[in-house]
Structure formats: C-alpha cells, structure tokens
C-alpha cells in the first residue's frame, strides 16, 4: 500500500495554470503506474491522465489533451500534474492514485490507493 498527499490546488482565474503535486510513500509507487483523477459537484470520478511507472509512457482524456501534463520523479517519490489555460470546467477535486493493474489503466476501479484530494477552482 501507498500513502498519497495531493498539494497544489487553489482558486485561479480562467486561462491560469496550476501545478498538482502528489507526494507517495513507499517502495511501491516507482514500481507503479499512476494516474489522476477529479471529480466535480454531482458528479462521478473522472480519468484525467495517467503515466507508466518509468514515465516513458502517458494517456490523456480528450479535456486535457494539449493542456495537462503528468509527469513524475520516481526519485523523490513525486507525481505531478501541470494544467496550462484552464477553464471553470475544470473545477474540481483532483486526486492522484497508484494503479493495481500492470496495463495502463483509466478505470477508477483499476486503481488502489487514493490520496484526499486537492481542491481547483477556476472562475470565469
């Protein structure tokens, strides 16, 4: 298991950028492919992007293709989502999580460990 602490959420106006940072504990996380998640008022988790465990290889939902960037430094135990011109659409908690499946994966029920979430808002 991993323990993961989103950061790097905020409030910030439409076409501002926000970088996410999720910090994981334990050996798993640079044997693990890892994605992130959000989820709006009312509505279900979404897939957001997801990145194999070396980082060579990365997958995007259509909304954040060309704006997101995931990226991680299995080092430091760190995974990272930079969101460039976002809109109020994308207003939502983020969670990052480690996926439990060996194939990148964008199925919510695919992946184990969640963090709590880090708020964005973006306003109009």
């Known amino acids: 298991q991993v323990r993961l602490v989103e950061s790097g959420g905020g409030l910030v106006q439409a076409g501002g950028s926000l970088r996410l940072s999720c910090a994981a504990s334990?050996?798993?996380?640079?044997?693990?492919?890892m994605g992130w998640f959000r989820q709006a008022p009312g509505k279900g988790r979404e897939f957001v992007a997801a990145?194999?465990?070396?980082?060579?290889?990365?997958h995007y939902a259509d909304s954040a293709k060309g704006r997101f960037t995931i990226s991680r430094d299995n080092a430091k135990n760190i995974l990272y989502l930079q969101m460039n011109d976002l809109q109020p659409e994308d207003t939502a908690v983020y969670y990052c999580?480690?996926?439990?499946?060996?194939?990148?994966?964008?199925?919510?029920?695919?992946?184990?460990?969640w963090g709590q979430g880090t708020q964005v808002t973006v306003s109009s």
């Open positions: 999580a480690r996926s439990g499946v060996v194939v990148l994966t964008t199925s919510v029920d695919e992946y184990e460990d």
């Open positions: 334990g050996r798993a996380f640079s044997r693990s492919d």
């Open positions: 990145i194999t465990w070396s980082g060579g290889s990365t």
